[in-house]
């Protein structure tokens, strides 16, 4: 499991207004913590499209378009993980690491 990879996971049980069911996710948490930790930080990704959310980045993964949801972000057990789907390009993996700033590192 490597920061960028998209897999499959199970996002349920939820509460509230928690995004759910099994989806692609991508690895946002670092390659030293995912090696460690029975934990990974992800970002669900959605084919509901809204291209002028702030929180949402548009990729292609697997060749489909969709949304990664920054304003979702969780960490779930490693249990929750199952297939490899893709992983994100260079420039996406980049730009996804400037919206998690943008949104989180600074103050």
Known sequence: MKR???????????EGAEIGKTRPCVIVSDDSRNRYLGTVVVCPLTT???PHWRTRLHVTVAGMPADICADQIRTISKTR???K????????????R???TEMYGKP
């Open 48 to 50: 509901m499209l809204r």
């Open 85 to 96: 789907l893709d992983a994100l390009s260079q420039s996406d993996a980049l730009a996804l």
């Open 4 to 14: 960028y990879d998209v897999h499959w996971v199970r996002l349920d049980p939820v």
């Open 98 to 100: 400037e919206l998690l």
């Open 81 to 83: 993980l199952t297939t």
